[in-house]
């Protein structure tokens, strides 16, 4: 693994990229040589400085999403701008820019059309040294971070940032109940935060808890330990929280006893790969609003970008891997014990 100094100066040139084989496995990820696409029309061709690992590219990787053979994954990516097409107008060669994580969502509410392809599953993704992708799919990168820390923005920065300050509406004095240590969970926790709210995290860690509280987080409810946490959160947060970002899945009971009268949940990833179960008292005698959502729209990434700048928001980096180490970053993503992204440096 790599330090964030050591990924910035292994940089290289070439045309390498991985791409899903027929019979999907982390193992059977296959390294193939491309020559990079000359951009026309609106497109970039951009040089990839870094990526980091989501949920959903390992759903991928295992054949557990089904994609066409030769697919290239990975949703997300930061990179250099090389050259433009000829009517390309948002950026020019030198710029850093990041991808967006939908090929097709600019603005507005989401619809099928909008969100119906995803880099790295429907479309191409970033697990190459060169991409060739309209400007339409980047927006520029947060001035002051790393490509390895900007990489880990467009699929979990931007989806916690949508669960918390866009659905979740919250406010100073609001309070927010994250699940675990994960990188939507962390990005919750720090946005959150940013936004002037009180923050309570489960684990089941105590070294994880430190580190959680060393972010800002106010209370950690050991879960593991206490297996009716959501009566402690509601305790701890005098009556319940007013928004849970929830990525665990599975049986929801506790985080619905979690909630204050007319609290909401955001349920934005199924961890524990378990359907989806509550209590239907609960929810009714609660007046609890649930919505599940799935990352953002290119202008929400351009508004989290802007917020990332102000707030300084730094995003945490459990490891960093070499390209050439992909298949070892998984299965570290894999194994879940990492505290925050899993980044790839490319050289």
Known sequence: MLTINEAEQNRGESVRRFEIGTNPSIASLVSVEREPAAPVGDELLVRVEASSLNFHDYLVATGAIKVAPGRVPLSDGVGIVEA?????????????????????????????????????????????????????????????????????????????????????????????????????????????????????????????????KALGVDEVINYSEDPKWGRTARELSDGGVDHLVEVAGGDLSQSLQALRVGGSLCLVGALTRQPITFPAAHMIYGNLHVSGITVGSRQQQVDMVKAVEAGGLRPVIDSIHSFDDLRGAFEVLEAQKHFGKIAIAYG
């Open 84 to 212: 433009c097409g000829p009517d390309a107008v948002g950026f020019t060669s030198g710029d850093r820019v990041i991808g967006t994580f939908f090929a097709g969502w600019s603005d507005g509410p989401p619809t099928a059309a909008r969100v119906g392809n995803m880099l790295g599953d429907h479309v191409d993704g970033f697990a190459s040294h060169y991409v060739t992708m309209s400007e339409r799919l980047f927006t520029r990168s947060p001035k002051g971070l790393a490509p390895v820390e900007a990489a880990a923005l467009p699929c979990a920065g931007l989806t916690a940032w949508r669960a918390t300050v866009v659905e979740g509406a919250i406010k100073p004095g609001s309070t927010v109940l994250v699940q675990g240590t994960g990188g939507v969970s962390v990005f919750a926790a720090q946005f959150a935060r940013m936004a002037g709210a009180r923050v309570i995290a489960t684990s089941s860690s105590a070294e994880k808890a430190e580190r959680l």
